[in-house]
Nanobody, 119 residues
Framework: QVQLVESGGGLVQAGGSLRLSCAAS????????MGWFRQAPGKEREFVGG????????HYTDSVKGRFTISGDNAKNTVYLQMNSLKPEDTAVYYC????????????WGQGTQVTVSS
């Protein structure tokens, strides 16, 4: 059973930073792709960025490029989302997700962690 557990959310002022963590268990994730998503109230869930675990290659949605950074720690089976220069529009529940390959859907999801950015 794959489990993903996010942590690190909270309340921060605009311009501040937060680092989210996603601890993965139940599989060997070296060949997996991990993603971060977010969902704001009244809006659809959107893709934030992703990382291919064994290569470390990352990609991001345009709205967070230059502000957010995804990294992974293989030894800890943990993926991080470093968020800098936060804006009120970044307020959302953030989820991490995993998929077995770039050709498959995200099949495993965490419970989410709330990020609130005050103006």
């Amino acid at each position: 059973q794959v489990q993903l557990v996010e942590s690190g959310g909270g309340l921060v002022q605009a311009g501040g930073s937060l680092r989210l963590s996603c601890a993965a268990s139940g599989r060997t994730f070296s060949n997996y792709a991990m993603g971060w998503f977010r969902q704001a109230p009244g809006k659809e869930r959107e893709f934030v960025g992703g990382i291919i675990w064994n290569s470390g290659n990352t990609h991001y949605t345009d709205s967070v490029k230059g502000r957010f950074t995804i990294s992974g720690d293989n030894a800890k089976n943990t993926v991080y989302l470093q968020m800098n220069s936060l804006k009120p529009e970044d307020t959302a529940v953030y989820y991490c997700a995993a998929r077995r390959s770039l050709l498959s859907a995200y099949a495993y999801w965490g419970q989410g962690t709330q990020v609130t950015v005050s103006s």
